[in-house]
């Protein structure tokens, strides 16, 4: 049973935007920190922006910092990873994660509860 639902993933020209969705059940979504992952063929995992749906304070990797922005509509217990002025170094697959903490070292892989099942983002050169 697939508890986090991605969408939002293509291909765009360097320079343009993408929006990603993730979207759970309000049991998960509630007092939960929501993460979006990268994943670059032959290397890991990192995380890439996380919020918390309570305190709601951002954090991401600095390669992120000033182009991307994470977000929630709580209404819809659904995060958001705004991507602006991407660059092809950006292409990866995305996941949406979540957990109860966020944390210092939010960015790693271990200890996330639930994961989504992947979206392709491509942005050519």
């Known amino acids: 049973q697939v508890q986090l639902v991605e969408s939002g993933g293509g291909s765009v020209p360097a320079g343009g935007s993408l929006r990603l969705s993730c979207s759970t059940s309000?049991?998960?979504?509630?007092?939960?920190?929501m993460a979006w992952f990268r994943q670059i063929p032959t290397k890991e995992r990192d995380g890439v922006a996380s919020?918390?749906?309570?305190?709601?304070?951002?954090q991401y990797a600095d390669s992120v910092k000033g182009r991307f922005t994470i977000s929630l509509d709580n209404a819809l217990n659904t995060v958001y990873l705004q991507m602006d002025t991407l660059k092809p170094e950006d292409t990866g697959t995305y996941y949406c994660?979540?957990?109860?903490?966020?944390?210092?070292?939010?960015?790693?892989?271990?200890?996330?509860?639930?994961w989504g099942q992947g979206l392709q983002v491509t942005v050519d050169s």
């Open positions: 994660a979540a957990r109860p903490w966020c944390g210092a070292l939010w960015f790693r892989t271990n200890n996330w509860s639930y």
């Open positions: 309000a049991r998960i979504y509630e007092n939960m920190c």
């Open positions: 919020i918390h749906t309570t305190n709601g304070a951002p």
